[in-house]
């Protein structure tokens, strides 16, 4: 069977193994290593594929809610649509978030995702009380940042790599409506863009859609979203139908004058310096889960995400170098995300550091990756890292130089049976 | 009367609705066999619902215990949904009597007996719906799986008679007709991946049917199409052929 990630690339063949009890899964762990837990297939590029997976998506109880504290307790297979779908009307919304919902609280973890709140309330392991995870040796142990903190610092963030978590307790928060109020920022170049953030960073939610093909002056031209709930009690929220893309576009679809025509409409929609929205959690939080396989737009070959990160005193002039080198390359991207983030945390492969990340899609073609290690360097050469849960191709080299912390994680897979039991191509390729 | 009854409560496309009707604000019986195997998905439901949920014990095979079963119910459901299905081994049944019983009387004795204590109290408080999953194996006799596909035709028969008496009465029968789903009934069939439902598609479509008054769905809504096309096979070529 072909298996892939969301970026459509690489596909490999491979086996899926499914569980329906403890004991079968420490079987499976035990005769059918190496394997990497996958679950719901949305990280981009080869974090979760290997020759064997193990598919944790139908692992998806609920198990308890504290409407005190807020705390529930699910299992890892669990995505958060499903919670949004239970709580909004409730009145719950998650305390941390990424741009989609279909993803599952295993991968949540095993990714540390953040949202566009990480400059308030960081990573999602933050949110998370305790976590039940399969070791290699079949054991289950119940890991918190206090009893356990290695196992905490190396599997938050860890891509899998410790083992498969089954359970966990994660803390919600309270809303009042399921309506953002959102301001939107026309912002004319990279200065204007970074000033607008340092202004706006007491809004709890902020990101900038920016428009990675301008040129000279415009570099750095941006919509900066911010916003915050909304207070009048309007809490009704149904999860929509998604329209569907049925099929792979031909691969000449994007080329890099579609996606400019794209973005001058994108741009060029908002009138005023200055405008204020009224928008829905889906809206605002997941616009591109509206449409089901987005992912085909960039046709059979797939794509990739690059995404990296540059501390905050060196952000201005390394995205400056390397905006001005993806507007020469004209190798396009729809969405091309700025967001300012808050301080790092202290688990080994999370990705977040303070500073300024950009993300943006490139479709696979000949000369991308020379691109992007070009790019690459620039990353390194100003003391940024790569994002480990959207690539697929970056070297063990460059990824080293990026996470400070890496050896740490290494010694500790040694140490406790996991490598050769949990491994995946990007674990390989980057020898962690 | 807020409840509905799922019988055969531990199949895949059973736990799937009983998700689907508690979403949307119906109260739940589940019926099966062991019903302590459904402890954590009724603590599932109630937590992601606030729903109530009663886990009942029910032998399909025990006839005989039916009426008291039904009988036991303080408030009476407003509708049933019946899931239960055995596909069996179709080999085994080929040469062995029990295995072909066990079959037939699963999908289909097991079911009449229930429905036909259910279906006498519908009709005399003249209102409720009764949803029966047939397949759509029982549209034409498959070598594959002929044995089965029998006792699910004369199931969806059976549901027919069941809808043209109950008309008078108000009394909903829809009778539903899934392909192919990824269940633990299919785990290790290649199956085509554009041709077979999610368990919850198949809620979605049921409830949907349900609701709105249908008297026969098929799901996916591709099925009835396809059926359509091997219904229409003449039998001297269909028996040549394997499908």
Same mark, same amino acid.
């Given at each position: 069977m072909l298996c892939t990630a969301? =970026?459509?690339?690489?596909k490999i063949e491979c086996k899926r193994y499914k569980f329906n009890t403890i004991e079968e899964l420490g079987e499976i762990i035990d005769s059918k290593s190496p394997l990497i837990p996958y679950g719901n297939g949305r990280s981009y590029g080869d974090s979760a594929l290997a020759h064997h997976i193990i598919e944790t998506r139908q692992r998806d109880y609920f198990i308890d809610f504290d409407e005190k504290s807020g705390l529930l307790y699910i299992e890892a297979g669990v995505l958060l649509s499903e919670i949004l779908e239970h709580f909004v009307p409730r009145g719950w919304f998650l305390k941390i978030t990424p741009g989609t919902k279909l993803i599952t609280i295993g991968g949540a973890i095993a990714s540390d995702v953040h949202g566009k709140n990480h400059h308030k309330e960081g990573c999602f392991s933050s949110c998370v009380k305790e976590f039940e995870i399969m070791l290699p040796d079949g054991k289950i142990v119940t890991c918190t940042p206090k009893d356990t903190p290695n196992l905490w610092r190396a599997t938050c963030g860890g891509q899998g790599l410790t083992g498969v978590i089954l359970r966990a307790k994660i803390y919600l928060k309270k809303i009042e409506s399921k309506y953002i109020r959102q301001t939107t920022i026309k912002t004319a170049n990279l200065k204007e863009t970074f000033e607008a953030f340092e202004e706006y960073s007491d809004m709890p939610y902020s990101v900038a859609w920016i428009d990675c093909l301008a040129k000279g002056e415009d570099i750095g031209k941006s919509l900066l979203m911010v916003g915050d709930f909304d207070s009048d009690g309007e809490l009704d929220y149904r999860l929509k139908d998604t329209k569907t893309i049925p099929i792979d576009f031909p691969v000449f679809a994007l080329n890099s004058w579609s996606v400019r025509a794209f973005n001058m409409l994108y741009y060029g929609r908002v009138k005023e310096k200055i405008s204020k929205q009224r928008v829905d959690i889906d809206t605002f939080f997941y616009p591109l889960d509206a449409i089901g396989d987005w992912n085909r737009i960039y046709g059979k070959r797939g794509f990739t995400q690059y995404q990296f990160i540059l501390p905050k005193e060196s952000s201005f002039e390394g995205l400056q170098r390397i905006l001005k080198e993806i507007s020469n390359s004209g190798? =396009?991207?729809?969405l091309a995300v700025l967001k300012l983030y808050g301080k790092a945390n202290n688990n080994w492969l999370s990705f977040p550091m303070e500073g300024y990340s950009l993300a943006l899609d490139f479709k696979i073609e000949s000369g991308l990756f020379e691109l992007l290690d070009r790019l690459d360097r620039i990353v390194v050469e100003y003391g940024g890292r790569i994002y480990l849960t959207k690539?697929?191709?970056?070297s063990k080299d460059i990824f080293e130089k990026g996470y400070p912390n890496i050896d740490k994680f290494r010694e500790f897979r040694e140490k406790n049976g996991m490598s050769g039991v949990f491994e995946s191509l990007q674990s390989k390729r980057l020898e962690i | 009367m807020s409840y509905v009854l799922i019988i055969g409560a531990n199949s895949d496309i059973a736990k799937a609705c009983a998700r689907e009707y508690a979403k949307n604000g119906y109260d739940l019986y589940l019926a099966l066999r062991?019903?302590?195997?459904l402890n954590d998905f009724k603590q599932d439901i109630e937590v992601r619902t606030k729903r109530a949920v009663k886990l009942l014990e029910l032998d399909?095979?025990?006839?005989?215990s039916h009426q008291g079963f039904y009988n036991s119910l303080d408030e009476k459901p407003l509708g049933v949904i019946s899931a239960v299905g055995y596909l069996g081994k179709h080999k085994e049944a080929q040469k062995s009597l029990k295995e072909t019983r066990k079959i037939i009387d699963t999908n289909y004795t097991g079911v009449v007996s229930i429905l036909n204590i259910i279906a006498n109290d519908f009709e005399k408080r003249r209102s409720g719906f009764i949803v029966g999953i047939s397949s759509v194996a029982g549209d034409r006799g498959r070598k594959s799986n002929y044995i089965y596909g029998s006792a699910k035709a004369a199931l969806s028969a059976y549901l027919s008679g069941l809808r043209n008496r109950l008309y008078e009465s108000q009394v909903q029968v829809l009778t539903v007709k899934p392909g192919f789903v990824a269940t633990k009934m299919t785990e290790g069939m290649d199956l085509p991946q554009r041709l077979t439902a999610q368990p919850d598609e198949v809620a979605r479509d049921i409830l949907k049917a349900q609701q709105s008054g249908k008297d026969i769905v098929y799901t996916k809504w591709i099925w009835r199409y396809i059926m359509l096309i091997i219904k229409a096979i003449p039998e001297w070529q269909f028996k040549k052929m394997s499908i």
């Open positions: 969301w =970026g459509n690339y690489p190798k =396009g991207s729809f690539d697929v191709r970056v | 062991d019903k302590d195997r399909i095979l025990d006839f005989n």
